[in-house]
């Protein structure tokens, strides 16, 4: 499913952002999505995922400053970022997949793996 992202920019510490990813529908490609960014020299990591059951998850650097959230009737992941501070600065990537089967709790979850990306927004926080 092809994922077009728009946001971003430039802030200082203290600021906030919001990072959208339309997608051309949502369906059964897109019941796991989720955040990532890579910041300057560092690995890509997960910021933020809405699991297949709805539910929410953030890593830890941005619980309570960071919420994600979709707009089903609009196709929309959002990532409303608050008091940014200067290590978030990173491209953020949004992506999407469908999740698999699980054996262990007998229904389709979420993996880390994703075959849809966004092509990513900058996000720069400094003063």
């Known amino acids: 499913v092809p994922l077009k992202q728009s946001g971003g920019g430039s802030v200082q510490p203290g600021g906030s952002l919001t990072l959208s990813c339309v997608a051309s529908e949502f369906n059964y490609h897109t019941v796991c999505m989720a955040w990532f960014r890579q910041g300057p020299g560092k690995d890509r990591e997960e910021v933020a995922r809405?699991?297949?059951?709805?539910?929410?998850n953030y890593t830890d650097s941005v619980k309570g400053r960071f919420v994600a959230s979709k707009d089903n009737a609009k196709h929309t992941l959002y990532l409303q970022m608050n008091n940014l501070k200067p290590e978030d600065t990173a491209t953020y990537y949004c992506?999407?997949?469908?999740?698999?089967?699980?054996?262990?709790?007998?229904?389709?979850?979420?993996?880390?793996?994703?075959?849809?990306w966004g092509q990513g927004s900058q996000v720069a926080v400094s003063s």
């Open positions: 992506a999407a997949d469908r999740g698999g089967w699980s054996e262990v709790v007998r229904k389709t979850v979420c993996f880390p793996i994703y075959h849809s």
């Open positions: 809405i699991d297949v059951d709805g539910n929410t």
